[in-house]
């Protein structure tokens, strides 16, 4: 089977890859040149384990490609799969000006039949554009060609998303056609062996479906960090009420780890869009609004602590920050919480000394050079004359650190922990002040 892959990013590299691997020919177009011709030459864009050498194996066997010829794309195969960004616009909605660009571009230069399938996340309604757009530019050429447009919502995590790709938990197709339910079916069917995980459904439910998941995740962070607040306050201890719920099996364990906020290239802007789009269809979403209101304030709370220990002044320190990335196994800081604190650190005249195990030329070239910010190669050189450490992002290899080291390197002996990493005690019997989040400070 051939198939064409609109966006290299974090979905239609991984995606790519995974297709080529089980044997499909794979062309992958992004509109990046530097990308295409890093890939070209075995540099891989993004880090997701794992995904270099499938990359790598399957460029040099020949099934996965890389270009920027738009037209060499469309005519390659009969399947084209839209896996570009949906950012937020100005007011928070998906902005679909790329999924709607490669639609005309796929318009513009089809001869024969196609079928056109969404994997970005998009609103509900989005299909029903690209089909628009799509007849509107056939009628343009003068042309009819047969074409169908298909939801298909990708539910990779970043930081699993190959071995997620490999084995997907579910696979969400939205179509009303019986022969493309059939085309879906042979498409997927060597991720559909063990169980059929195949679900289909009409489009508008298969994009809302995708919305639905993530925001439902997102509200099980932001509740849980509500009641790391309150736990804090009632001198409860957030952990021990988190492993009694997680024990319900109605409530489980995954996504009620209280931290300092969800961020990421998806929870966020997910959350902001079904807002959007439900208002805009007259129904207030007041869950998600507070979500939303509540990561706020919470992606705010590490530095209310660090504030307040100082008593408002951090002039002149500097802190090491352990994580830049929004979360573990990926170089990804888009609306990362490390993000707005060191934004914070810097604004009240502190200085930072970061590390992360992955994200560190992410940084770079998010911040450039700048006096107040030092980029260091390892988690004990990030603590040499750091005054304090902040951890942002729960990496394994912050997990079980020297505290005896930490204690000797940092001159005030206090730990700002926004992912509640280490038991209180033990960090408190080597001398360090230890803050986390939803616990008491010892
Ligand atoms: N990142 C995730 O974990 C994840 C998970 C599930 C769904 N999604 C959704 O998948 C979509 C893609 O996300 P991502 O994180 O892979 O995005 P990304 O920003 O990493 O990559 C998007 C790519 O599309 C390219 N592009 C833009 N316009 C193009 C065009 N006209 N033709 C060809 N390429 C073009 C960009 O250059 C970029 O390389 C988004 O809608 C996102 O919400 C993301």
Sequence with gaps: MKLSIFGIGYVGLVQAAIFADVGYDVLCVDIDDKKVNDLKNGIIPIYEPGLALIVKENY????????????????HAEIQFIAVGTPPDENGSADLQYVLSVAETIA??????????????VPVGTADLVYEKVSTVLEKRGVDYSFEVVS???FLKEGAAVEDSKR?????????SKKIEKKMRELYAPFNRNRDRMIFMDVRSAELTKY?????LATKISFMNEMANIAEKLGADIENVRKGIGSDSRIGYHFIYPGCGYGGSCFPKDVQALIRTASGSECDSHILNAVEHVNFLQKEKLFQKIKAHYNNDIKGKTFAVWGLSFKPNTDDMRDAPSRILMQALWDAGAKVQAFDPESMIECQRIYKQR????????????????DALVICTEWNQFRAPDFQLIGSLISDEVIFDGRNMYDSEIANQYGLKYYS??????
């Design 60 to 75: 040099s066997a020949g099934r996965l490609n890389f270009t920027t010829n738009a037209e060499e794309a469309v005519s």
């Design 371 to 386: 006096d107040d910010l030092r980029l260091m190669g390892t988690k004990e050189e990030a603590l040499k004359t750091a």
């Design 152 to 154: 298909n919502p990708e």
């Design 212 to 216: 639905a998941a993530n925001c439902m």
């Design 168 to 176: 997907p938990e579910r696979i969400i197709i939205g179509t009303g």
């Design 108 to 121: 513009n230069h089809m001869n024969d039949s196609k079928i056109i399938i969404d994997k970005s996340t």
């Design 437 to 442: 989040m939803g616990r008491q400070t010892i």
